[in-house]
């Protein structure tokens, strides 16, 4: 078992965490903490995609019910409960990287604070998405649309194996914005 390193505040690296950007809502910031401890508690040394999933379908209802009525949920919560207590072992090792996305050096607050290169992009998405929407901070749909973009992320593998087809998801969710942004109002709490 490799051993925990504690990570210095995050005023004491010269960085922000990633909970405390201030273009996440006040729904967003707590699931980042949540991802980060998780995070931790697994032995993982970045926050990845999956961990961001785990936390984001904890928070709320909102971001359940996009997955829509059945079982589907059950086995989705049912696959990040086994991987945290060891079905991510196998992503222990490496970081997640599709090398779809470039990776940005440095620059942003999730880095800074270990995120997975996928996972600090997911997070950037989420604020973007929220600024076409006309909503200065981003939420938890937001977040869950950006988590299932890349075919390669941590996160679309853990749907697929509940059998939960992304780019369905993604379709659902698009759609849900989509009228949101006809309407001109933001798309609620979640």
């Given at each position: 078992?490799?051993?925990?390193?504690?990570?210095?505040?995050?005023?004491?690296?010269?960085?922000?965490?990633?909970?405390?950007?201030?273009?996440?809502?006040?729904?967003?910031a707590?699931?980042?903490?949540?991802?980060?401890?998780?995070?931790?508690?697994?032995?993982?040394?970045?926050?990845?995609?999956?961990?961001?999933?785990?936390?984001?379908?904890?928070?709320?209802?909102?971001?359940?019910?996009?997955f829509?009525?059945?079982?589907?949920?059950?086995r989705?919560?049912?696959?990040?409960?086994?991987?945290?207590?060891?079905?991510?072992?196998?992503?222990?090792?490496?970081?997640?990287?599709?090398?779809?996305?470039?990776?940005?050096?440095?620059?942003?607050?999730?880095?800074?604070?270990?995120?997975?290169?996928?996972?600090?992009?997911?997070?950037?998405?989420?604020?973007?998405?929220?600024?076409?929407?006309?909503?200065?901070?981003?939420?938890?749909?937001?977040l869950?649309?950006?988590?299932?973009?890349?075919?390669?992320?941590?996160?679309?593998?853990?749907?697929?194996?509940?059998?939960?087809?992304?780019?369905?998801?993604?379709?659902?969710?698009?759609e849900?914005?989509?009228l949101?942004?006809?309407?001109?109002?933001?798309?609620?709490?979640?």
């Amino acid at each position: 078992m490799r051993p925990r390193i504690p990570r210095p505040p995050a005023h004491e690296q010269g960085g922000r965490r990633p909970d405390d950007d201030a273009r996440l809502s006040a729904e967003l910031a707590p699931v980042v903490a949540a991802a980060r401890r998780r995070a931790v508690r697994d032995g993982d040394r970045h926050i990845d995609t999956a961990h961001l999933l785990h936390a984001l379908l904890e928070s709320g209802p909102q971001v359940r019910a996009a997955f829509g009525d059945g079982p589907q949920i059950a086995r989705l919560l049912g696959y990040l409960v086994q991987r945290s207590i060891g079905y991510g072992l196998r992503w222990q090792s490496g970081v997640e990287d599709s090398g779809a996305l470039p990776v940005v050096t440095g620059a942003t607050a999730a880095e800074a604070d270990g995120c997975s290169p996928l996972a600090a992009a997911a997070l950037k998405s989420a604020c973007e998405r929220a600024a076409r929407r006309g909503d200065d901070l981003a939420r938890g749909l937001d977040l869950l649309a950006a988590l299932v973009a890349d075919p390669q992320a941590r996160a679309v593998e853990v749907l697929s194996r509940a059998g939960i087809d992304a780019r369905e998801l993604t379709a659902r969710l698009d759609e849900t914005h989509g009228l949101d942004e006809a309407l001109g109002s933001p798309s609620g709490p979640g």
